[in-house]
């Protein structure tokens, strides 16, 4: 009995010692700093050297010795930093939450599409940014050109209110090509087409291509491409729904939306509606009259997307109504606004990933049947001028892709772009009563037809090659007051473009390229209103040619992105507006006009929660017989900004300064410079709802945002609230 008792402690002892001391159980989260949920992410535990991935919902969950008061946890993911978290037990909470910050904040790891080829930025031969979906939402944009605006080498034309154009490198009126997946937008204004009528909130991303692109798309594309991504189910937010409601101060807009989406294994279903409206805004104290606008609009998308193939099916339904067009004066018995708008973008695309090895093939094709009205009222004659204009914009376009090894690929396309059924009528109405009208434009109609090729080699050491080549040919024709108008021609487009890429820090690149535009209907037939005041066409223009030189160099660290650019355009026979009068307008060739710029852009992280960021540029553009300035070169600009991370919440400082007009166009006004400053913050409460502040114009400066003569002040100091839910 002794000896069984002997061996019966002997046993408990065994037991007892094998067992693990007594610990702790340690619960959390790790999400990134969009408070989005990471899984996969690797746990690593400093003293015991044990790991762990998180879940689908970046849970995890570990043991730790209780006897352990302090130790380290390390989080390591590919696609983000390394995060660092010191633990001491006596205070940690039940539910411990990490944030990580993405790599891909960086610009260099964006992909862009807008030139038919999905790269990293870093590795593109021409100077370009991306707007993405999160900065939209968290700068509270009102339209996509405000969406941009804070972008290297971005600015606006026109005279203000919602509906400017955008201008790249000092290049607008058509000379910047706006595409919405793919599609052209296309508009009769005489500043061109401003897209002010998709909603921020229904966009993907944004990207800017600051280099000419004609030999892709062909006439428009001298200064670059401003490609708009939409929102799909593929891109959807978490959850089924998603409602988002805005407000600002300064014009009382309220905005608000919402969306559904669904995904059927390799079917998906998007439909989203938004509707905007904004009252007269304020400015200095005062307010603008005619600044105020209503839009509303309805989105719907069908997919079908495997590995082998995909297929798209969307519509876009736009109605704008009452769309102010403020002017300096602020007189309020004179107004000119667009009392409807009217967008229906149709848009089928589809690719084959298996028509032989290595190849694909995309095929794209759009329908848009739009209208639009302007008024001008002035009460004190009892007077109202009014232009009607409708059109129908299409077109078609498919493009073989294929690699023929691991260094070399080529694409080849067919395109066609077509306007028809242009009408543009203006009538004078006196008193209640019809007093005369026009027919300017009678059954316009333009065609773009085109072939391209695009070769990419990279068996070189270090260097990447880009060449291309289009052949276009144009015509437009129109009945203008009774009489049968017609042009015709034909241009050649190249661009070769080289990247040479030094490690993996630092690339360079150069290209020179050729582009065109085709004077559009309205510049070439068109006599009558504007929403600035009358415009005189000229049938005799002449095409614009361009060569553009563009160089630079990104550098890419861990930590910090950096690029510089210079670049030159010729436009030969470049289009020009000039006054005929105070109230008249006309188009007219000059001989040849040359911009020149410089650009530099940065991005840094000085700490892993801590971002500063900005962009400056400087341009100079004259005619290179007259040497007098071109019309819509920006002054310089410098945009400074430093964005904060705490967690889930954020804060931001943005800056920007512009330099005076001293020498304007001749369709311009000289203005003082100014300097502006806005604060925006945020909470990522979960990754179902964020919340946004936003004060824009934090000073309240008075100022001109460009040298258009008739521009009114911009919009004063502005509090603006923002929320997104999913369900």
Known sequence: MPKAKELSWLVFLVTLFSLPMAGMEIHGTVRDIYNRPLAGVHVRISSSGHSLLSDEKG???????????????????PQHYLEKRTVVLKEITPDLKVYLIPLKLLREDVTVTALNESQKTIAVPFAQNVVS??????????????????SPGVHFIGKGGIAVTPSIRGLARRRILLLAAGARITSDRSAGAAAQFYPPE?????????????????????????????????????????????????DQKLNGGFSLNQKFGPYSVFSAMQISQAGDYSAAGERVFNSGYRYYTGNLIAGYETEKRSFSLSFLKSAGRDIGKPERANDPAVSSFYPLENNNLLNISYRENTLSANSSLN??????????????????????????????DFGVRTTLKKSLNSHLSYQFG??????????????????????????????????????????DYSGLAAFDLVAGARLGAFSRNAISDGVFLKKSSWAPAFFLGITRKIKDALTLFCNAGT?????????????????????????????????????????????????????QYSVRDMIEKFPLNDTSYTYDNIEQGRIRGLELEFQFYPLKKLEIFGNAFY??????????????????????????????????VNW???????????????????SVTDVKAGCYFSNRLFVFLKIANLFDRAYFANADPDIPLAKGLDFSIGLNLNF
């Open 202 to 250: 229904l966009v993907q991303q944004i990207e800017v291509v600051r280099s000419a692109a004609s030999v892709l798309y062909g006439s428009d594309a001298i200064g670059g491409v401003i490609q708009i991504i939409p929102r799909d189910a593929q891109n959807a937010e978490p959850g089924f729904a998603a409602l988002n409601i805005s407000g600002h101060s300064a």
């Open 619 to 652: 341009y100079q553009g004259r005619s290179t017989i007259s040497e007098k300035p071109l019309n819509d070169i920006p002054s310089a600009k410098l945009f400074l900004g430093a964005k904060f991370w705490l967690g889930r919440f954020w804060s931001e």
């Open 656 to 674: 920007l300064a512009s330099a005076a007009v001293k020498q304007p166009g001749p369709a311009e006004s000289a203005i003082p410079a100014y």
């Open 515 to 567: 582009a065109y535009r085709l004077p559009s209907l309205s510049e070439a037939f068109y006599t009558g209103i504007t929403g600035r005041s009358s415009i005189v066409g000229n049938p005799d223009l002449q095409p614009e040619k361009s060569l553009n030189l563009d160089a630079g160099l990104k550098i890419h660290r861990k930590n910090i992105f950096l690029g510089a650019y210079f670049f």
């Open 414 to 455: 067919i395109d066609y772009y077509g306007r028809a059924n242009v009408d543009m009528e203006n009538e004078t109405w006196k008193n209640d009563f019809f007093s005369s009208g026009s027919l300017p434009v009678k059954n316009g109609r333009r065609n773009d037809l085109g072939m391209y090729a695009k070769l």
């Open 59 to 77: 849970e995890f969950v570990f043991t730790v010795d209780a006897s352990e008061t302090v130790f380290e946890l390390y989080f390591e993911s």
């Open 133 to 150: 979906k999160i900065g939209i939402r968290e700068s509270q944009s009102e339209s996509i050109v405000q969406a941009l605006q804070n």
């Open 363 to 392: 095929f794209s094709l759009f329908l848009n049947p739009n209208d639009y009205e302007l008024d001008k009222i002035k009460q004190s004659g009892q007077q109202v001028d009014i232009s009607k204009n409708s059109a129908l």
